[in-house]
């Protein structure tokens, strides 16, 4: 199969000799005007310190379909530490890709140094599945390119002559709609798994079809999730459901036999029931999240957490139920279970864990609550998870639990009470604590002057 370029896209057989394809100024929709003028900074303080610059991937994809990007890449024959040199505003990280991040205020422009195309047996680290874990080969621009994802996010802006260079046919699959990956598609997945959460992710975000080369091995190299470190994957599950397409993310991750790695409890849950409720909560609560990031209004991962755990929790705590065991006991014995499963698969930090449980544990204080008037209910409305608690109710009444009268009371009763605030506080707030009576104790002098 060869691609716009003339280039084999399956072949990692001389890429050094392609010829790129360069689309000058005059022919191209890219414009300075649109791009960050602190990436500008970067790229032409580059250039003009005798070294090559190009802007590359998102940023140049998304400038080239009229969106606003929300990142600005540099890619340089600049190693590392020269530009450090070149920026005192620069800071190192990264032991797998050392890039370089150049801050200005609240901005950060991402700086990496051409890399190299290596053979399986000349990189430096390499797991017994063929996933690279450590990678610091440079190289040239032709070199760099064909390491790259995603034919559309290969696209370099030149910072030289402001023209768009074309190594892979990226250009033809943006006007065609199509994201492919570069180089055979198996080899490539295996190098990084995580390449299957974005090509779900960067399809659904950008509105395209993943090419059937692309997508075809996806179900068959699925479990190899299972090697990815899962505090990776929560970085991961923060990209495809909090970027605004939380549903149709869902809805492809299940259909490519990716969702299931993920969650593996929910997706159980959800392939025993036929059409049931728990399938329609899940949705509603994605297109809640959804609409809240469309209004700009807060979202916190705890709230999505609870709703996809939600029916898990639910099957475990029955089953203790079943067992013998006290409803209370039950559940707050299910909640633990459930979390602990799921942060073998994705790392789920303990400030998103307690306030799901939060959420939870109230929906059995606001059902048992409801129908009575007096102290205990209105107090229930100062708590600082009503909200989210309430909020999760009305969602497993409209998924069609039997809990429509119970989330009616809730909402009468708060009519004539004062507004609650809104259910997205972030957890990691600190909650200020109320300072004893007493004298102030005067600080002690320092020692070490």
Known sequence: MQDSTGASAD???????????????????????????????????LKNAGFQAYM????????????EPKDFDVVTDALPEQVRELFRNCRLIGRRFRLAHVRF???IIEVSTFRATVDAEEVEDESREGRILRDNVYGSVDEDVWRRDFTVN????????FSIVDYVGGLHDIKTGNLRLI??????????????LRAVRFAVKLGFRIHEDTQKPLPELAHLLDDIPAARLFEEFLKLFLSGYAVQTFEALRHHGLFAYLFPQTEAS???????????????????TDQRLAENKPVTPAF??????????????????????????????????????QIASIALPRRFTLVAKDIWALQARLEAQAGRQGKRATKLLTHPRFRAAYDFLLLRAAAGEPVQDIAEFWTELQVDMPAVPDREEDPRSPRRRRRRGGRRRQSKPDNDS
């Open 56 to 67: 590359v991937g998102g940023g140049v994809r998304d400038l080239l379909l009229g969106r």
């Open 270 to 288: 959800l392939s025993a029931q036929e059409g049931g409720f728990p399938h329609t909560f899940a949705i509603r609560a994605l297109a809640n």
């Open 11 to 45: 072949s990692n057989i001389s890429k050094l000799d392609v010829k790129p394809r360069i689309i000058p100024r005059a022919e191209h929709n890219v414009s300075r005007d649109n791009i960050s003028p602190n990436a500008l900074k970067v790229l032409y303080r």
């Open 105 to 107: 205020g609240q901005e």
């Open 154 to 161: 290969a696209l370099l802006y030149n910072i030289e002559d």
């Open 183 to 196: 180089g055979e598609p198996e080899r490539r997945y295996r190098e990084d798994p995580v390449r299957m």
């Open 304 to 341: 999505l957490i609870a709703a996809l755990l939600w029916d898990p929790l639910r099957q475990q705590s029955e089953a203790y139920v079943a067992e013998g065991m006290n409803t209370h006991q039950a559940q707050q014995l299910a909640s633990d279970d459930v979390v602990s499963k």
